[in-house]
């Protein structure tokens, strides 16, 4: 049930953009997108929930295909603040989340 | 300030010796749930409460036990540690019944080494 993420990590140079996907194998209802500094808790991003939607936060957007069951998250003009591991959750009803393995991230200057 | 708190942050001890992690949160939240997280398998659900004295099992109960008689508190009980049990666990809370809308805010985590 754990969704799968791609890439597993990526290095970027600071103002390249990034595309993190996650796919499951069963329906889905909402999925959440997290960012992890080393040491640190996951911090909270976003949600897209059932219909499709994209949303952003500043130069993070996400998108939710229920259709094919995947979410894709976008970076754009990466900065080096957007290091970290970022993980999907992804859940199929009002109990559950499961996560994804995580995707490195890495922004160089 | 809204915040999950954990405790301990560090915790070392022996096979066998019963040890409990307190997660305690201050934002009247109805859900809670405690992961586990081991480098390359990412965040595993262990036990997750939908409110006070409402507990089910995660995708890892095993070896693990918890208990919801507070809304704010959910420690969790390591009954007979093993070293499969080495890893660092986070605790998460959010608001709402339909938890599938709702962001997780999580604790800073206890990183756990059993010998």
């Known amino acids: 049930q754990q969704p799968v993420q791609s890439p597993q990590a990526v290095i970027l140079r600071e103002g390249e953009d990034a595309v993190i996907n996650c796919s499951s194998s069963k329906a889905l209802y909402s999925v959440h997108w997290y960012r992890q500094k080393h040491g640190e808790a996951p911090v909270f991003l976003m949600i897209?929930?059932?219909?499709?939607e994209q949303k952003g936060h500043e130069k993070i957007s996400a998108s939710f295909n229920e259709k094919k069951q995947q979410s894709s998250l976008y970076l754009t003009a990466s900065q080096l603040s957007y290091s970290g591991t970022y993980f999907c959750?992804?859940?199929?009803?009002?109990?559950?989340?499961?996560f994804g393995t995580g995707t490195r991230l890495t922004v160089i200057p | 300030e809204a915040q999950v708190t954990q405790n301990p942050r560090y915790l070392i001890t022996v096979t066998g010796k019963k040890l409990t992690v307190t997660c305690s949160q201050n934002?009247?939240?109805?859900?809670m749930s405690w992961y586990r997280q081991d480098p390359g398998l990412g965040l595993r659900q262990i036990y997750y409460s939908m409110n006070v004295e409402v507990t089910d099992k995660g995708d890892v109960p095993e070896g693990y036990k918890v208990s919801r008689k507070e809304k704010r508190n959910f420690p969790l009980i390591l009954e007979s540690p093993s070293p499969n049990q080495t890893s660092l666990y986070f605790c998460?809370?959010?608001?709402?019944?339909?938890?599938?809308?709702?962001?997780?805010?999580f604790g800073n985590g206890t990183r756990l080494t059993v010998t």
């Open positions: 959750g992804t859940s199929a009803g009002a109990n559950n989340l499961f």
């Open positions: 934002m009247n939240h109805e859900y």
């Open positions: 897209l929930l059932k219909g499709g």
């Open positions: 998460a809370s959010s608001s709402y019944r339909d938890r599938a809308g709702s962001p997780l805010h």
